[in-house]
């Protein structure tokens, strides 16, 4: 599968209303951990809504995170991490889900669905996946 095939999985389990946005990036991702489907989706439930409804970190870059995390065992994490959240940052005008719910002209500065688009499609490039 490629990253748009992911991402476009990703969008899709979000806008089923089954997947909160950390989910739907993790889930859409298992493929790079040992972990299965349901465990992501359990694991990632509480990180919705900008961390446990919050509205602070976008759950979708959250769960980028974890899949990173998983993915490199923990070795350079932080700096993955750190390289997805600045390029998420740039396409989607903030990381914080209060920031990106925010409605000027009569649309949200990104959409939901964006943000885990944009979290599955930079977690691919950063680590090189096609």
């Given amino acids: 599968m490629t990253i748009e095939e992911r991402a476009a999985k990703a ?3 979000k806008t089923s209303g089954m997947y909160n946005c950390a989910q739907s990036v993790t889930v859409a991702l298992a493929d ?3 972990l299965s489907e349901e465990q992501l ?3 990632s439930a509480g990180f919705c809504a900008g961390m ?3 509205e602070a970190t976008c759950g979708a870059l959250i769960g980028a995170g974890m899949i990173a995390g ?3 065992e923990g070795k350079g994490t932080l ?3 750190r390289r997805i959240q600045e390029e998420f940052a740039g396409r989607c005008g903030a990381i914080k889900c209060k920031d990106l719910k925010t409605v000027t002209d009569g649309k949200p500065l990104c959409p939901c669905e964006e943000c885990v688009r944009n ?3 930079i977690y691919g490039e950063v680590l090189g996946l096609k």
Wanted: no cysteine; net charge neutral.
């Fill in 79 to 81: 700096g993955i991490t």
């Fill in 11 to 13: 969008v899709e389990m």
């Fill in 70 to 72: 998983l993915k490199t």
């Fill in 119 to 121: 979290a599955v499609m």
């Fill in 52 to 54: 446990g409804n919050l």
């Fill in 41 to 43: 989706k359990q694991i």
């Fill in 32 to 34: 790079e951990t040992g």
